[in-house]
């Protein structure tokens, strides 16, 4: 079960449902998580650290034939695009990083950051070894994520397995549009974690 205890915190901020309406709310584009972020969650550090890695790499197709420019994929216009496996693990990583970056510092963070069942999905992944790295098998779709404080609030049990609920209902989705990329054995493997925060 995940407990986080806290007090309740009012949104920071949306960026609505297209690139427009993000940048009229002054929202930023997150390459790596392929996402609209609101300016209160943007991690500019990560994302400097992020772009002096270069070497990311979009496609409109799964085989990489039909790579998009950098610039196109940085204006976060595409509602979804193509990158190699090992480009989807140093998102997982880079993830990681943000949620302990904003426990860390007390910061907002998006729901996608702070979202178990992507924890649960990036966990499952980065232990597999049955994927090469340079195969274009996994498939971003653009988000646009809330940012809040909620992470601080406390989960009761139910929220929790509803939230599990959430988790196999989005991996049965991905499933079905990418089966490369997930496995009918990912949830199964959840591990129960206990997270107090004071």
């Known amino acids: 079960m995940l407990r986080l205890k806290g007090k309740e915190h009012q949104r920071t901020g949306q960026c609505g449902t297209t690139p427009a309406e993000a940048r009229a709310r ?53 509602s979804a695009a193509w990158v190699p496996w090992s480009q989807h693990l140093a998102h997982c990583a880079l993830i990681w990083r943000k949620f302990h970056r904003a426990v860390a510092f007390g910061r907002p963070m998006d729901s996608w950051t702070s979202s178990y069942s992507h924890t649960n999905h990036c966990a499952w992944n980065l232990v597999r070894k049955d994927l090469d790295g340079s195969a274009f098998n996994s498939l971003l779709h653009l988000k646009f994520p809330d940012c809040d404080y909620r992470w601080r609030s406390p989960m009761t049990p139910a929220e929790f397995e509803a939230s599990l609920q959430d988790a196999a209902a989005v991996h049965e989705r991905l499933k079905s549009e990418n089966s490369a990329m997930h496995t009918a054995s990912w949830l199964a493997n959840t591990i129960t974690i206990i997270v107090t925060i004071e």
Do not use: M
């Open 26 to 78: 002054g929202c930023r584009f997150e390459l790596h998580n392929f996402a609209w972020i609101p300016a209160a969650c943007y991690d500019d550090e990560l994302a400097d650290e992020r772009d002096a890695q270069g070497g990311w790499l979009f496609s409109t197709d799964e085989n990489g034939t039909k790579l998009i420019p950098k610039e196109v994929a940085f204006r976060g216009e595409l």
